[in-house]
Structure formats: structure tokens, C-alpha cells
């Protein structure tokens, strides 16, 4: 019977070590992050018409947690769930392999799948939070702060919106149970917020948007124009058809296609060039400068009878800034809920400024949540809306 003694001595080996692999599972990893949430995706799938629904419902809702509905999700999608935590972890640089030459067919599958792996990870967290595991909810909520960092690689618009998008929804599920913390947790969930790795800016994202300029610019340079004749009729019209057009505008059209000449595409990109790096210095300017420097910028007439600025459809940057200021000013309001907890009061919210005008939070109480800070953004946006963070879970529902 010797022959059955290498199985059990294994078997023994295997059970002892068991210990030992959880440990080392939990261990910052120093593998590219992007390959293990590859594994993440493959192991998600596609969540159903319901369960999207049903998710969606769950993070909005801010009154008792329905943790059958949570289970019935988190169960589905839980070894995904188990390798997106791994990928949080690690101590590399994220890199999704981008192929920037690539051009406008550059895919970025990897910014909604990772987008829905983090609401999934923010279901994770409200569960633990109504089952009182506190501990292990805000390390949840960590893992989706890292996450969302890493959503933001690559110097791309799309992704780094993404990001804010993440990092806007965690403020929002940290808010309603902020207020139920102890100090030291507080002060915890601080000091380990701040050692995270900052957030990527949109002024970073012209790096990436300048390779696409690029592309284009080999793009009409390497084809005939007369042979591309009705896609710049087109895209030089503000017609959706060159059909649409009268004799008059078709004519006054194919005068600007004559002028597509190679060296006039090759000014006009590098006169598109200069005009992003304006842009980017704008961006990294406060708000209130930056912005009107950027609506200046992205005006039609910013570069005068540049023909190619309107076929590279110029990413609206100060649009995408403001959602840059609007997390950076939800970030302020959850901070000063952690700083002050319980005793966050009308006093001490005004030593809090929203990141746009300067202007200091207000504070306020509500039938509905026990407290609201929020900033009036009317007076300088002229967007109309209010940015609120909402502290505590619903009372009434």
C-alpha cells in the first residue's frame, strides 16, 4: 500500500497549506492590475435586463437594505468579484495595452465592464454595511476607490471619465454611513483615503487625444482627397447629406475641398496641436479662469478657416473639466463629513469651499436624510443645478 502514500501526504500538504493561500490571496499583487481584471470580466459575463435594474435600484436606494436581492446578485458574479478585488491590490502600473495608432477604432471595452464591476463591488459594501461589518465594507469601498484609478489609465477622455464617474458614486455610498462611524474609523478611512494615488486630470487625457490627431493627420495625408471628395463635402457641411445641399452651398463646399491641399492640412493639424496644449494649461488653472479660457478656445472662430478643426471633432473639454471640479467638490463635502462626523454642523461646513467659485458649503436638514451639504452652482455656471451629498440612510423609507 506504499503507492498511496504521495496522494495523502499531498492531500495533508494541500489542507496545511490552505491557510498560507488565503494570506498570500490577500497580499498586494505586483502584476499589471489590467490582466487580472481581464480575468474579473471573463468570469462577470453579462449581467441580465433584471439585474441591471435591480442593481441600479439597490445603490440609489437609501432607505433598509434588501440584502435577499443583493445576495441573489453578488452570488452570480462572485468569483469575478473575488479576482476584481485581487486586481485592486496591486502595487503596478495599469496598462490595457492600448493601441493608440489605431486611431478612432481604438477600442476601450475594459471602461464599462470595470464600471460594472465597481458597482458591483459598491453592492458588495452596502451589504456589509447593513449586515454592521463596517471593517470589511470600507475596505470594499477601498478596492473601488483603487479601481477607479485604474479605470483612468491611458491619457484618454473616455476612460478618465469613467473614473469620475466611479469616484462620484462611492462618495455617494460612503455619505450614508459616514455619520454612523466612530472617530477612529473616521480618521482611518482618511488617512488611508489621502495615501491613495491622486486621480487622473483631464488636462493628462490631450496627451492621448493629440495621438489621435495624429492618425488623422496621416489619414488625409496618405489619401487622395478626390477620392474622399464626399466625406469632406459632408463633414465640411453642417448637412448631414451632401444630397441635402442646394447648388449654392455644394458649390461654396467643394471651393473649401480645393483648399485641402497637403500643405495646408499639415498647418492646420499643427495649428490644432497648439490649440490643445492651450487647452491643457487652461485645465490646470482654477476654475473660474480656466474655464472661460476654454469656452474662448473651443469657440469656431478660435482658429479662423481651419478646415480640419471641424473634422476632428475637438473632445469638449470644458464640459468634461467641469465633471473633473464637480468630484473634486463631492471629495470635500465627504471629508468634512469624516473630519467632523456627528458634529458637522452650519458652523463648521462653511469652512468648506466647492471647488468651482471658492463659495463655502452649506449645510442643511431634511425630513428625508439627517443632513444634506450642498453648494449652489447658479450664479456662475449657469448650469442650474445644485451639487448634494446626502449624509445618513432615509428615515422614512
Avoid at 477601498?142 to 462620484?168: N, Y
Amino acid at each position: 500500500m506504499d503507492f498511496l502514500r504521495p496522494p495523502i501526504v499531498l492531500c495533508l500538504a494541500l489542507v496545511f497549506s490552505m491557510p498560507l493561500l488565503s494570506a498570500e490571496n490577500d497580499r498586494p499583487q505586483t502584476v499589471n492590475p489590467a490582466l487580472i481584471y481581464w480575468q474579473a470580466f471573463s468570469l462577470m459575463g453579462e449581467l441580465s435586463r433584471d439585474e441591471s435594474k435591480t442593481l441600479n435600484e439597490l445603490l440609489n436606494h437609501r432607505g433598509v437594505f434588501d440584502t435577499t436581492k443583493s445576495t441573489a446578485i453578488l452570488a452570480t458574479h462572485n468569483n469575478a468579484l473575488k479576482r476584481f478585488r485581487k486586481a485592486t491590490t496591486s502595487t503596478s502600473e495599469c496598462d490595457w495595452g492600448l493601441t493608440y495608432e489605431d486611431g478612432p477604432f481604438l477600442p476601450l471595452p475594459h471602461v464599462t465592464k470595470l464600471q460594472m464591476l465597481c458597482r458591483l463591488g459598491l453592492l458588495k459594501s452596502k451589504q456589509l454595511f447593513s449586515e454592521q461589518n463596517t471593517a470589511e465594507a470600507i475596505d470594499w469601498l477601498f478596492c473601488v476607490h483603487h479601481a477607479a484609478r485604474h479605470c483612468g489609465a491611458g491619457d484618454l477622455i473616455i476612460p478618465i471619465l469613467g473614473q469620475f464617474t466611479i469616484e462620484q458614486l462611492i462618495m455617494h455610498v460612503a455619505a450614508a454611513h459616514v455619520l454612523d462611524w466612530n472617530e477612529s474609523t473616521r480618521v482611518e478611512y482618511l488617512s488611508r483615503w489621502n495615501s491613495l494615488p491622486p486621480l487622473h486630470t483631464v488636462s493628462s487625457s490631450v496627451k492621448g487625444e493629440l495621438q489621435y490627431i495624429d492618425w488623422l493627420e496621416n489619414f488625409w495625408m496618405e489619401h487622395d482627397k478626390n477620392t474622399l471628395q464626399p466625406e469632406l463635402i459632408e463633414a465640411l457641411t453642417n448637412r448631414g447629406n451632401a444630397e441635402e445641399m442646394t447648388a449654392e452651398e455644394k458649390a461654396a463646399t467643394e471651393d473649401k475641398v480645393t483648399k485641402c491641399t497637403p500643405e495646408n492640412i499639415k498647418k492646420w493639424f499643427q495649428e490644432i496641436r497648439e490649440l490643445y496644449l492651450k487647452m491643457q494649461s487652461a485645465m490646470n488653472k482654477p476654475w473660474r479662469e480656466g474655464n472661460a479660457e476654454l469656452i474662448a478656445l473651443q469657440s469656431e472662430d478660435s482658429v479662423e478657416n481651419n478646415l480640419m478643426l471641424r473634422l476632428s471633432t475637438p473632445t469638449p473639454f470644458h464640459k468634461v473639466n467641469d465633471i473633473s471640479f464637480k468630484t473634486a467638490t463631492y471629495q470635500t463635502m465627504l471629508k468634512a463629513a469624516l473630519e467632523h462626523g456627528s458634529l458637522l454642523d452650519e458652523s463648521n461646513i462653511k469652512t468648506y469651499a466647492d471647488s468651482f467659485s471658492g463659495s463655502p458649503l452649506t449645510l442643511k436638514k431634511s425630513p428625508d436624510y439627517s443632513l444634506t451639504i450642498s453648494t449652489d452652482l447658479n450664479a456662475f455656471t449657469g448650469a442650474g443645478k445644485k451639487i448634494e451629498l446626502r449624509l445618513g440612510v432615509s428615515k422614512n423609507k
